[in-house]
């Protein structure tokens, strides 16, 4: 029978337009959240993360917005390339030591 | 640094088998976590360490699944006996919370396939 998986959103852009991917989280209790990029045969790679007495933090390329009212958390990319082209995930840490990680997004970014 | 090693990079294995996943953390890392990730779930976090102590184990799926770290630089995760509903990437994961540093860094994972 077919297999029923996970279904990833997904995004898709082209080369040079800026990238907006959203997650919603869960826990009140959170106060950090940290966006991954994972690309194919290769585990979760840090991008940015973010601090709950902060809305916004910026890196090379990469935005990070936390709206705590909506619990909402965004990840822009600035001018994405082909090398952005991956699952990127979201992850809150509930007030705790551990993440809990959100199903993920594929970005998929075309010439 | 090396960064997380874990090995085996992928494993094939009869129903029944013991499996054991073997993973080096980052030196001076004082956290480790081991999370599974499948298409179904998504990536789950199984249990994790701090200073080699269980901490959290509540995501361990039964009692065919145990995880130990005898010291700061080794761990395992071992199944037995396994089963084909085990076949999923099995990821570790480090950490140094000194300063309030949350950031996990990720090994690159062990392809588990259960036949």
């Known amino acids: 029978g077919e297999s029923v998986g996970l279904h990833l959103p997904t995004l898709s852009v082209q080369e040079g337009d800026n990238s907006i991917i959203n997650c919603a989280y869960s826990?009140?209790?959170?106060?950090?959240f940290i966006w991954y990029k994972q690309e194919s045969g290769k585990g979760p790679q840090f991008i940015i993360d973010i601090r709950s007495n902060m809305d916004k933090r910026q890196g090379q390329r990469v935005t990070v917005l936390l709206n705590k009212t909506v619990k909402h958390l965004s990840l822009q990319i600035a001018a994405t390339q082909p090398g952005d082209s991956a699952v990127y995930f979201c992850a809150e840490n509930g007030g705790t030591d551990k993440l809990i990680f959100g199903t993920g997004t594929r970005l998929q970014v075309f010439p | 640094d090396a960064g997380v090693i874990q090995s085996p990079r992928h494993e094939v294995t009869e129903m029944g088998q013991e499996v054991t996943l073997r993973c080096k953390p980052i030196s001076g890392h004082d956290y480790l976590f081991w999370y599974r990730q499948t298409m179904m779930r998504g990536l789950e976090l199984l249990i994790y360490?701090?200073?080699?102590?269980?901490?959290?184990d509540s995501g361990m799926p039964e009692d065919r699944f145990s995880a130990k770290m005898p010291n700061a630089s080794f761990s395992t995760l071992k199944i037995q006996p396994s089963e084909p509903r085990d076949s999923a990437v099995y990821f570790c994961?480090?950490?140094?919370?000194?300063?309030?540093?949350?950031?996990?860094?990720f090994g690159s994972g062990t392809q588990l396939s259960v036949l």
């Open positions: 826990n009140s209790a959170s106060d950090y």
């Open positions: 360490f701090n200073n080699n102590v269980p901490i959290d």
């Open positions: 994961a480090s950490k140094q919370a000194l300063g309030g540093n949350e950031k996990l860094f």
